[in-house]
């Protein structure tokens, strides 16, 4: 059979193939590229997850499963986003403390302390105090004081949750 004319059909599902809520079918002839068939599921329903592609018992590739899966945005990246520009706006214009430090991986893995816990050393390694602009400014911070990706994390604290030195140096 001439690709042009095997006949292809695609189903719709509003969720997880066959344990969902089934839509509708799609047939077409000829080849179709991945966008095109995206975009004729999102002219029938906004509502589909997957689609299910079966291809012409002809086709070469008949059998294999193929399946598409609806790009949906990570709904915790974009709390989490949320949450980020919120907190940049309460600490915008306080002084805060950083605290830089580099994780140190030891070669013979992780360490073990007395309860049989696994740990990471992490190794602290400068802090500093600035006024908050952004989060990404204090990583360019730690990066202007520690050195481009010499630092692993780093730590906030408010001017008045650090507790007070019990010694200096200087």
């Known amino acids: 059979m001439h690709p042009a004319t095997m006949k292809h059909k695609a189903s719709l599902w509003d969720g997880e193939y066959g344990t969902s809520g089934h839509i509708t079918d799609v047939h077409w002839e000829g080849d179709i590229t991945q966008e ?5 599921a999102d002219q029938i329903t906004s509502d589909w997850q997957i689609i299910d592609l079966e291809l012409d018992r002809a086709h070469p590739c008949h059998g294999q499963v ?6 949906v945005p990570d709904l915790a990246d974009a709390t989490s986003e949320s949450q ?3 907190a940049e706006l309460e600490l915008a214009g306080q002084y805060v403390w950083v605290h830089c ?3 140190v991986v030891d070669p013979l893995g992780d360490m073990v302390d007395d309860s049989g816990q696994t740990y990471r050393q ?3 390694t400068i802090m500093f105090c600035t006024e908050f602009v952004s989060f990404d400014d204090l990583a360019q911070q730690c990066n202007d004081n520690f050195g481009k990706d010499d630092w692993s994390e780093y730590e906030l604290f408010l001017d ?3 507790p007070t030195p019990v010694a200096s140096y200087g």
């Open 122 to 124: 992490v190794f602290n």
């Open 36 to 40: 095109e068939l995206i975009d004729v």
């Open 84 to 86: 980020k520009l919120q």
């Open 101 to 103: 430090s580099k994780h």
């Open 66 to 71: 193929f399946r598409l899966c609806k790009f």
């Open 160 to 162: 008045d949750d650090l």
